[in-house]
C-alpha cells in the first residue's frame, strides 16, 4: 500500500474515498449497498456493534436495526456520502485524533469480509489505502460537497460531466430519488439513513444550503480540475 502524505487532525473535514481492486464492482446488489450503509453507522463509534452474525449463517440485522442501535461515540463526523457501483466518496471530519483512519480501516475490513464470504472470493476488494485530500477552504468545501452528491449523475446521464445533458429535470428527480447518497437528506426528505450523517454541522461552514439547480455545474467545475476516480 503506498503511503499517504495527508496529516488528518481534529475537526477538519476530509474528502475520502477508494475503488474496487482492478476497477472491479464492490456493491453487487441492494443489499450490498444496505450492508455497507449500516457499516457506516456500525463502524463509526468507539464501542462495539455487531452489524449481524452473516459469517456464521444467521439473519443480519437491518439497516433501521442498526440505525436505531448506532452508538453515540463517534470517530467521524459524516457530512456526505455516496455509494456507486464500483467505488465511494465521504465527506468525514475528524472528531478526535486518529477518529479518520480508525473508522475507515474498520469499514474497509467489516465490509471486504461481508463481500468475499457472500461472493465466495479471496484477497483485496479495494485498490490499496483509501484517498483522502484536506479542505482547506469554504470554497472547496461547498465544492466538494457537491461533486459527492452529483457523483450518481453518471448512472442516468453518462455523459454529464461534458456539459452533455438529455434530460435535466428528470436527471433532477433521479438524484434526489437515489437512497445510496446522502444529497435526498439535503434536500429536506425525511428517512431512517438521515442518522448517518452529521448535517447540521456541515451547514454551520456553508453560507447557504446547497441548492439542486447549482449542483451539476459546480461538481462538473470539480471534475475537470480535480477528479482521480
Given at each position: 500500500m503506498g503511503e499517504r502524505t495527508v496529516q488528518f487532525a481534529p475537526e477538519e473535514w476530509y474528502h475520502c474515498y477508494n475503488r474496487g481492486t482492478?476497477?472491479?464492482k464492490i456493491f453487487m446488489d441492494t443489499g450490498d449497498r444496505e450492508?455497507?450503509?449500516a457499516l457506516l453507522c456500525a463502524c463509526n463509534s468507539s464501542e462495539t456493534i455487531h452489524v449481524s452474525n452473516f459469517e456464521e449463517g444467521f439473519r443480519s440485522k437491518?439497516?433501521?436495526d442498526v440505525l436505531r442501535i448506532a452508538g453515540k461515540k463517534?470517530?467521524?463526523d459524516m457530512?456526505?456520502?455516496n455509494l456507486m457501483p464500483?467505488?465511494?466518496h465521504f465527506f468525514l471530519r475528524e472528531r478526535a485524533m486518529g477518529g479518520i483512519t480508525s473508522f475507515m480501516r474498520k469499514l474497509g475490513t467489516a465490509y471486504t469480509m461481508y463481500f468475499n464470504i457472500k461472493y465466495e472470493r479471496t484477497g483485496v476488494l479495494f485498490q490499496g489505502t483509501f484517498k483522502a485530500k484536506h479542505i482547506n477552504t469554504?470554497?472547496?468545501f461547498g465544492r466538494v460537497l457537491n461533486y459527492i452528491h452529483a457523483n450518481h449523475a453518471e448512472l442516468y446521464e453518462p455523459k454529464w460531466k461534458q456539459g452533455i445533458i438529455r434530460n435535466a429535470s428528470k436527471?433532477?428527480?433521479e438524484l434526489v430519488q437515489y437512497r445510496y447518497s446522502s444529497l435526498p437528506d439535503y434536500c429536506g426528505i425525511n428517512r431512517p439513513e438521515s442518522a448517518i450523517i452529521d448535517k447540521e454541522a456541515v451547514l454551520q461552514i456553508l453560507d447557504n444550503p446547497p441548492r439542486l439547480d447549482d449542483l451539476l455545474d459546480d461538481a462538473r467545475t470539480f471534475a475537470v480540475y480535480e477528479e482521480e476516480l
Open positions: 482492478d476497477k472491479r450492508r455497507m450503509l437491518s439497516l433501521a463517534h470517530l467521524v457530512g456526505a456520502y464500483n467505488h465511494y469554504d470554497q472547496y436527471l433532477k428527480k
